[in-house]
């Protein structure tokens, strides 16, 4: 098992910047990639961010490319996603997952753990 915690989430106004971190604990020792998601109210849960853990690659959703940046800390076992220039309808709870194995790492029934979610909610 993978416990996965959400940490910097809150309230920023429009054009502002947070930074999420993660850091997974437990049988870590299969990791692929860790992504972020997202979930807005009554919207689906999308893919937000995703970086494969040996080689740091990086992949991104067309609507945040330019504006937020994945980056993890291997001594410190943590990914994070920087996210600047926010917009109110990026407000969601967002979410980290953990996937253990090779494989599209866009698609979230791809991964295998989940953290609780942290929300973020931008004003306008």
């Known amino acids: 098992q993978v416990q996965l915690v959400e940490s910097g989430g809150g309230l920023v106004q429009a054009g502002g910047s947070l930074r999420l971190s993660c850091a997974p604990s437990?049988?870590?020792?299969?990791?692929?990639?860790m992504g972020w998601f997202r979930q807005a109210p009554g919207k689906e849960r999308e893919f937000v961010a995703a970086?494969?853990?040996?080689?740091?690659?990086?992949y991104y959703a067309d609507s945040v490319k330019g504006r937020f940046t994945i980056s993890r800390d291997n001594a410190k076992n943590t990914v994070y996603l920087q996210m600047n220039s926010l917009k109110p309808e990026e407000t969601a709870i967002y979410y980290c997952a953990y996937k253990s194995v090779i494989g599209l790492v866009s698609a979230a029934v791809a991964y295998d753990y989940w953290g609780q979610g942290t929300q973020v909610t931008v004003s306008s």
């Open positions: 970086i494969k853990w040996s080689s740091g690659s990086q």
């Open positions: 437990g049988r870590t020792f299969r990791r692929y990639a």
